[in-house]
Structures are given as C-alpha cells and as structure tokens.
C-alpha cells in the first residue's frame, strides 16, 4: 500500500512540473524525497517539442527509418524529375498528392483543427500549382487552358468544401469562379460602358443572395458562405471598372451608391438575413 501510495504522489509531482506548476528546482526536491532509494525513477518525459521528437527518434524501428527515408528518397526523385515523365503521369501525380494531403486532413481533423486546414490548403495549392506548371512545361499558355484549369480548380474546392463542411476552401472556390467571370467578359467586351458593366455583376450577386436564402434552411454553413459572396459581388462592377476597364470617372460616386444601398437593404432585411447566417 505504500508503494501505491509513493507512486500516486511521485506521478503527481510529475504532472506539476511538466506543467509549469513547480519550479523545476522544488519538484526536483520532492521527488528525490519521496523517491525510494532502493528503486530507480524513471527518466522524465521530455514537456516540449523537439523533446518529444527525439524522444521518438529514438524510440524509432529500423522499418520506420527504412519508410521514412524510402519516403523522402521517392518525393525527392519525383519533384527532380517531374519534368520528364509522361503528362498522364503527371496529372496522376499531382492528383494524388492532392488526395493524399486532403485524406490525412480528414484523418487529423477531430484532433486538430489547425493542422487539418494546412493539409487541406496544401492540398487545393497542390493542385491550383501543379495544373498551371503542368501547362508551363507544355507550352499550353492559351487562356481557354488556363480557364479550363481553374475552373476544375473551383468546382473542386466548392463541392470538396461543402462536403468536408470547409466553409474556406469553400468560399475561396467561387472566388475563383468570379475571377473566371470578369476574365472571361474582359475578353468579350473590352470597353463596355458604366451600366453594362452593372448588368454584367449585380445579377450574379442576386443569384448567389437568392442561393443563400433558399439554402440556409439545409446547411448554415453554405447559406453564410453564399451570403459573404453576395456581399463582395455587390461592388465588384466597381472592382472590375477599376482593374480592367482601368476608369476612374464617377467611380467613387457609385461607390458611395452602393455603400448606401446595401447598407440600407441590410438594415431593412436584418431579421431575414441573420437568420440565414447564424
């Protein structure tokens, strides 16, 4: 019983100074108090970071170097050579790095929120990135090419979103989707006037409003995310006048406008909308 007891309040002493509760030099002094000097204590466990990492460096099997550097040999090889393999090759390359980084993020998501978004992030990156390398090697620099792989790109993020319920990626998804649109209608009509360019983006702004209200009775999520890109292609006319048209004349005018306009719509509708996004 006294043994049970000693090792009850040696592991004790234990937890307080691996949290910081003690000074090291007074929980060094209890547990040689209550150690029994006929037993060994056991070495403490490292409380930081790279503690841990070479603790289990150490405690490493000859297999698990053997895969860790098969690993890290096989990525090497493939990024030098990448260039030379076959473009089918690539493609399944690249997608399967991108599924292989969105499964771990899957995998570590319940246990941490954090690394599971940086998975997911490389994961989209990888596959925006290695698309738009794929074409550079190619010589595939026509904009319907590009288009053709971002908006992949964008399908993918928006439904991958909504499905792994990733309101970011989601978002980030149409955003993408609204960068496709204003490069497609600059490649249309170059110099189209003030309320053309109005009629080109608000009604895409009432879709994705509509969209939002219709769906905010399945998913809070989606209906919030549909709400925020309402919210930004609201002034996107004034957005594209600027970058594209490259007009400045009554812009701020109709900055103003719109400013009060959504504002007093968000005000009018307030009990509606805040219902849809909470």
Known sequence: MEQDRRAIVLKEIQHWSRSKLLPEQYCEFLLNLYSDPDTPRPAPQPNHAVGKAIAAVQRATGKQWLL???????????????????????IAIILLGALVFLRFAHRFRERSRTFSSILVCAGALLLLGGGLHI??????QSWSWKMGVLGGCSFFWVAYGIWRKVPMLHL??????????????SRLDETPAWYEVQLYWLPIAIIFGWSSWFLHRFSKAVAAVLFVVCALAWFLPELYTLLVIHETTWLQIQIIVKI??????????????MVWVT
Do not use: D
């Open 135 to 140: 074409l550079e090697l190619h010589e595939l």
């Open 172 to 185: 980030c998804g149409w955003l993408i989707a609204l960068v496709l649109y204003g490069w497609l209608l």
């Open 68 to 90: 860790t550097f098969g690993t890290f040999t096989l990525i090497s090889f493939v990024v030098l050579y990448f260039s030379s393999f076959h473009p089918a090759l690539q």
């Open 260 to 273: 009060a306009l959504g504002g007093g719509l968000l005000f009018t509708m307030r009990k509606q909308w």
